[in-house]
């Protein structure tokens, strides 16, 4: 078993994702039996306004697909220059990436070779327009769509 601790300061955005983590297990079992927030080593504590916060962690975050499918949401979201999109396979395939906007029109199309396991996408902001795209990840039989602010 191990651990893990961090300490941050400072203002943030509403909703900003202040880092992300990403596990791979090595022995099956439930992630809300062996990931918990504890005060063990660093005071498990959160403030704002100079009152305290609950803490908690959502083990329901992402869009899983039974078929070992997941696509997630890009981060940072909304982003000015650059996104990552964080995505999973069940065996390594071929997977497109399309950005559209709200009309459907294709903004860009992005092909990589995907591993089994996690994968990452990084976007460049370049000349996509500034409001509410869409990303689509296609692969074999399997899409999903999720969508996106550009600032």
Do not use: C, H
Request: charged share 15%; no cysteine.
């Amino acid at each position: 078993a191990g651990m893990i601790t961090t300490s941050w300061d400072g203002k943030a955005a509403n909703n900003e994702v202040l880092f992300t983590m990403v596990l791979r297990a090595t022995t099956d079992a439930a992630l809300s039996n062996v990931l918990s927030i504890n005060s063990r080593v660093t005071a498990a504590e959160a403030y704002s306004n100079d009152e305290t916060m609950d803490l908690a962690i959502d083990f329901g975050a992402g869009v899983v697909v039974s078929t070992g499918f997941e696509l997630g949401q890009n981060t940072p979201n909304p982003f000015r220059t650059q996104t990552t999109i964080m995505y999973t396979l069940p065996e390594a395939a071929n997977v497109t990436f399309t950005v559209s906007d709200a009309t459907g029109r294709t903004l860009e199309v992005r092909r990589t070779s995907g591993v089994q396991g996690q994968n990452t996408l990084t976007l460049q902001r370049n000349d996509l327009p500034a409001g509410v795209l869409f990303y689509t990840m296609t692969t074999g039989d399997f899409t999903a769509t999720k969508s996106m602010v550009v600032e």
